[in-house]
């Protein structure tokens, strides 16, 4: 296993359309993480899950996002009815309880 | 509200001299930072971290420096190399070492001059 991988790395969307994206983390971490990272920003946390419970959801952005890890493995962020400011980097990151966090190549999303 | 701040943008350095990248911090129940190293098309990448029981850490050529008093920490590289040129990012966290949510500040980019 070489690190966290993350699909697909680049997406081009229609306003409105709804868009999913799938990180694989270390197979021997049992944390995930999402993040968002806008132009010029640092990474900004979205969720993160321990096994497949979800530990912190406040931090979503909005009701149009969600995120699962159903059997503890690979995770899923799903955005619906995306809209232009959605643009942005979406980077997952694992680890394991007491380590730090090794992050993916990110998704870059693009909203028409 | 930064609770994380990186007031630096960017910083040029001559090739073999020491870089010295700050970062300030707001919140109070920040107890572990840690220094991310971000190139382009890729994700961030772990350097060094600190736990907020101790002042300074080392590995290799990276040194972090906190002083919790003054809420600040400092990353400091010597010597610089061409290949630390990068976007440096500061991190913290509350009460769970670096294993859960972190707060990033925006970022220093670092340019290495030969």
């Known amino acids: 296993d070489t690190g966290v991988s993350q699909d697909p790395r680049h997406k081009i969307t229609k306003r409105g359309q709804n868009v999913t994206f799938r990180c694989d983390p270390i197979?021997?971490?049992?944390?995930l993480y999402w993040y968002r990272q806008t132009l010029g920003q640092g990474p900004e946390f979205l969720t993160y899950f321990q096994n497949e419970a979800q530990l912190e959801k406040s931090r979503l952005l909005s009701d149009r996002f969600s995120a699962e890890r159903p059997k503890g493995s690979f995770s899923t962020l799903e955005i619906q009815r995306t809209e232009q400011g959605d643009s942005a980097m979406y980077l997952c990151?694992?680890?394991?309880?007491?380590?730090?966090?090794?992050f993916g190549p990110g998704t870059r999303l693009t909203v028409l | 509200d930064q609770q994380v701040k990186q007031n630096s943008p960017s910083l040029s350095v001559q090739e073999g001299r020491i870089s010295i990248l700050n970062c300030d911090y707001t919140n109070s129940m920040f107890d572990y930072f840690l220094w991310y190293k971000k190139y382009p098309a890729e994700g961030p990448t772990f350097l060094i971290s600190i736990s907020s029981i101790k002042d300074k850490n080392e590995d290799g050529r990276f040194t972090v420096f906190l002083n919790k008093s003054a809420k600040h920490l400092s990353l400091h590289i010597v010597p610089s190399q061409p290949g630390d040129s990068a976007v440096y990012f500061c991190a913290a966290s509350e009460g769970g070492g670096g294993a859960d949510g972190l707060t990033f500040g925006k970022g220093t980019h670092l340019i290495i001059q030969p």
């Open positions: 990151a694992s680890s394991s309880l007491l380590d730090e966090q090794f």
């Open positions: 197979s021997e971490h049992n944390r």
